[in-house]
């Protein structure tokens, strides 16, 4: 900042400010100059301290944004904007994380379509109708289409629902670089997630299994376990009847699932267990079916829950998967990937009454199976007393609405620890290396890590996303050869198997004998977007960027998915490049509906951003953001949007006056000489100081509550104090340091406030500024001069003897014209030493025409004042 006055633009300033449409008319501006341009060849040639990158979270391009986009990435713009007027070239893309579920759910929606691979292509296809009714709808009233047709469809759909998501983030003042975005669909980010595949499964570290996984059989698709939700679900206890293989007597269980029956595969109680202890090693067979199992011992069964003994089905909930491999149990799944029991009658089962219950339940849902085998056991005697109603919890696909089901299927894993003790250990020293904002959080990623079960399930059945990149040669049965996958270089990435033969084949070869077959499923949307960063900085197509700016410096996101994208992401760092991805995580908390609860798209209690932002202006939406810290939970308050309203007002208005004193010759440090003004700077100052470190600890709001109270302070005590002076009440000297203050202050004060007000702080910046706020340099203590004789206590002081004469006028119900003919100021003998020091300022703002007289006391306070009314001019 220059230290030379600087004349007023006069002719830029309106009659009457306003912060409505400031929006329509800085957003175009910033773009047209490119104000939050990054500089490739800059940051290339500048030492890596010199750049600052940041792994933007690509919100899902599914329908709407929500006001808790909104909250979390002004966050993130805060500290883009600090670290850009600091200096530093800032990397700051935007990204949409537009494949997987959330897209082909609004999809089938939104034009009432579903995919069936079945299908073959229809050019030209008009899907049946064009923006549903924002409600779900059924599968069977949706239109069967080709997967090629569908993907079409997603891939339509997604670019819209971006363009009104891009015009949203521009209008709240998102300072990315608009020319470096990417989309988890093109081609960029598919040969990215494919070539880190590839690797993954070259290393050992993906692979294929035939194993138990959850199932939604709504969505048709292989769930992860970072992907649950645990819900209460209505259900009923059922006391069954085991029979002791030595005819002595029953055994009973108690189960919410007695439609597994036929899966039973043993029954399971505690080791310490001593109502049990004698059973252990022996056999018992399952009412209705006969089915012979053992009874075994095993410290997860529950002593306290229900008879203390349990069934082991294939499979009825994870603790089932957990005894069928601890135990070496066999396989006897009946449940197929539709949720209803399979048509084939069990080769285990072999009595004829079993037999004959069997193909009665064959088919059917798991609800009427229930039903079913439940009036068979009240039949048979083998239900002691009637089922009690419960509410059990059952895993959830957290964008599903029907409990997830255990099937046994072919599923595609990347190693994550979860079976692998050394790797979970390395895993969780990654955690320890990442610094988390506020540090807190490092514990939801360490419990995360340390629960793990399992390896990370990365296959989906689904259409739109990237594909597996993997065929499988055909024997001359025609019979998949698994362990011998043909996969493609990484030059020919990206490739879709389902629709594309490998080399060395044609597509007629496609599912004959002696031929190939595509891997038919995609990939996880999480396993595209854990590599955000290796995407935005183009570890494929501009290795020189990626080499500079590998690991990023900071990662924004949400705290519910430090388990989903911020582990993963770590994950696949971790296998590819041996670091961590980002030095930083900033987690911001939730935004909280009026009961206290989470506020999402998904629980329907979400407000969308677009009219909030519209109504109050993106600097007032802005504020109340920003005055949360991070990691704390919020509510959705738009009284406080309201205060961030008029403050952006009072920063116009507070400019505009301030600028109307007039300039002043020469250097603007030596012009300042009153005790007032220098001690006005002295406090600012100070608060460049807390400001600074506020945001360097990543706590944008502690920035913006310093700055914010001495701006209130400056409008509401400096500058009454002052324009008396400003205007020539006490000579050009006395003005010229008033008026130089004042603009030293506005100068500091836009700066700190533009991070937050992007803007008000622009528009008032460009009434005596030449280029953009948001480029100028972040401020320092050296922009307001040698302030050694400032006391940034005496302002304070004054200001409250003011506020004192205010008070007597106001209970004397006279007017602040009024004058003050005598008045005595009490207090401790040093706050009487600040006013006087400003003394002259407090008489022209107080009115104070008569004597001033100071005493001491302990506390300040206004004595024997004698005032004499300003009669109103009559009309």
Not at 709 to 732: I, P
Request: proline fraction near 6%; aromatic fraction near 10%.
């Amino acid at each position: 900042m220059t230290t030379s006055a600087q004349t007023t633009r006069a002719a830029a300033i309106p009659e009457k400010p306003s912060i409505d449409g400031l929006e329509d008319k800085w957003a175009p501006v910033w773009e047209e100059q490119g104000i939050y341009r990054f500089d490739r060849e800059k940051a290339l040639t500048a030492p890596r301290e010199a750049v600052y990158a940041i792994d933007t979270p690509p919100p899902t391009a599914s329908g709407s944004l929500h006001v808790g986009h909104v909250f979390s990435y002004t966050h993130t713009d805060c500290i883009a904007r600090y670290k850009r007027m600091t200096g530093l070239e800032v990397f700051y893309p935007m990204g949409w994380d537009d494949n997987g579920l959330p897209t082909e759910r609004r999809v089938q929606n939104y034009y009432g379509v579903r995919g069936d691979a079945t299908l073959p292509y229809e050019p030209g296809f008009v899907p049946p109708q064009e923006g549903g009714t924002g409600k779900s709808t059924k599968a069977a009233d949706q239109k069967p289409i080709s997967r090629q047709n569908f993907i079409e469809l997603c891939d339509v759909l997604t670019v819209r629902d971006e363009e009104t998501f891009e015009a949203l983030w521009r209008r709240l003042g998102l300072s990315v670089d608009w020319k470096v975005n990417y989309r988890t669909i093109d081609t960029n980010s598919r040969a990215t997630a494919q070539q880190a595949f590839l690797r993954n499964l070259a290393r050992g570290e993906a692979y294929a299994a035939e194993a138990p996984g959850l199932w939604d059989v709504t969505f048709q698709s292989a769930v992860a376990q970072a992907e649950l939700e645990a819900r209460d679900y209505p259900g009923h206890y059922h006391r069954v009847a085991f029979h002791r293989t030595d005819g002595s007597g029953p055994v009973h269980i108690e189960t919410t699932r007695p439609e597994l029956i036929p899966s039973c595969v043993a029954l399971i109680a505690h080791p310490d267990d001593e109502r049990y202890a004698a059973l252990f090693g022996t056999t018992v067979t399952s009412p209705l079916f006969g089915v012979e199992v053992p009874v075994l011992a095993h410290p997860l069964a529950e002593m306290e829950k229900g008879a203390g003994i349990a069934m082991c089905c294939t499979f009825g909930d994870l603790t089932d998967v957990q005894w069928w491999r601890e135990l070496d149990l066999p396989t006897r799944s009946v449940i197929t990937r539709n949720g209803r029991i399979q048509a084939e009658t069990p080769e285990w089962i072999e009595s004829g009454e079993g037999k004959e219950l069997f193909s009665e339940i064959a088919t059917k849902t798991t609800h009427t199976a229930r039903t079913l085998i439940v009036d068979a056991l009240r039949a048979s005697g083998d239900l002691d007393g009637e089922p009690t109603p419960t509410q059990r919890k059952a895993n959830f696909y957290e964008k599903g609405d029907k409990p997830l089901e255990i099937v046994t299927s072919r599923q595609w894993y990347i190693r994550n620890g979860g079976r692998d003790a050394d790797l979970n250990a390395a895993l969780l020293e990654r955690g320890r290396e990442l610094d988390f904002h506020p540090a807190f959080m490092r514990t939801r990623y360490e419990n995360w890590v340390g629960g793990l079960n399992g390896d990370w399930l990365i296959s989906r059945q689904r259409f739109f996303g990237v594909p597996i990149p993997v065929w499988y040669p055909l024997d001359a049965d025609g019979e998949p050869d698994y362990a011998n996958p043909i996969v493609p270089d990484e030059s020919e990435l990206p490739v879709d198997p389902v629709a594309q033969a490998p080399r060395g084949f044609e597509e007629s070869q496609r599912g004959q004998a002696g031929g190939f077959v595509g891997d038919p499923d995609i990939m996880d949307t999480w396993a595209t977007s854990s590599l955000s960063p290796q995407i935005a900085l183009g570890w494929r197509d501009d290795p020189k960027l990626f080499e500079k700016l590998f690991p990023m410096d900071l990662r924004p996101q949400g705290q519910d998915i430090i388990r989903t994208w911020l582990f993963a992401t770590v994950v696949r760092a971790h296998l590819e490049h041996g670091s961590l991805p980002w030095t930083n995580a900033a987690i911001s908390g939730w935004i909280l509906d009026p009961d206290r609860k989470k506020m999402s798209k998904s629980k329907g209690n979400a407000e969308t951003p677009e009219d909030v932002v519209r109504q109050h202006g993106a600097d007032a939406v802005r504020y109340w953001a920003a005055s949360a810290k991070l990691g704390t939970d919020a509510a959705y308050d738009t009284g406080q949007m309201k205060v961030g309203r008029r403050l952006a007002i009072k920063v116009l208005n507070a400019t505009k006056f301030a600028l109307s004193f007039g300039d002043v010759e020469g250097d603007l440090h030596e012009a300042v000489t009153q005790p007032l003004d220098l001690a006005m700077l002295a406090g600012l100052a100070d608060v460049v100081a807390k400001a600074t470190a506020g945001f360097e600890a990543y706590d944008h709001a502690r920035a913006l509550e310093v700055t914010e109270s001495f701006f209130w302070t400056f409008c509401d005590d400096y500058l009454e104090l002052v324009k008396d002076r400003a205007y020539g009440g006490q000579g050009e000297e006395a003005a010229a340091s008033a008026r130089a203050g004042l603009r030293l202050a506005l100068d500091v004060l836009l700066r700190l406030l533009a991070p937050f007000l992007p803007y008000a702080t622009e528009e008032v910046w460009s009434w005596f500024h030449e280029g953009s706020v948001h480029r100028a340099a972040w401020p320092s203590a050296a922009d307001l001069g040698d302030l050694d004789g400032g006391d940034p206590t005496l302002l304070g002081a004054v200001g409250e003897a003011l506020a004192g004469v205010r008070k007597t006028k106001s209970e004397a119900k006279v007017g602040m014209r009024a004058e003050v003919s005598s008045i005595v100021l009490a207090g401790p003998a040093a706050w009487c030493d600040r006013v006087r020091a400003a003394e002259a300022d407090l008489r022209a703002a107080g009115r104070v025409t008569g004597t001033l007289d100071y005493a001491e006391a302990e506390t300040p306070e206004v004595r024997d004042a004698v005032l004499i009314p300003v009669e109103k001019p009559k009309a």
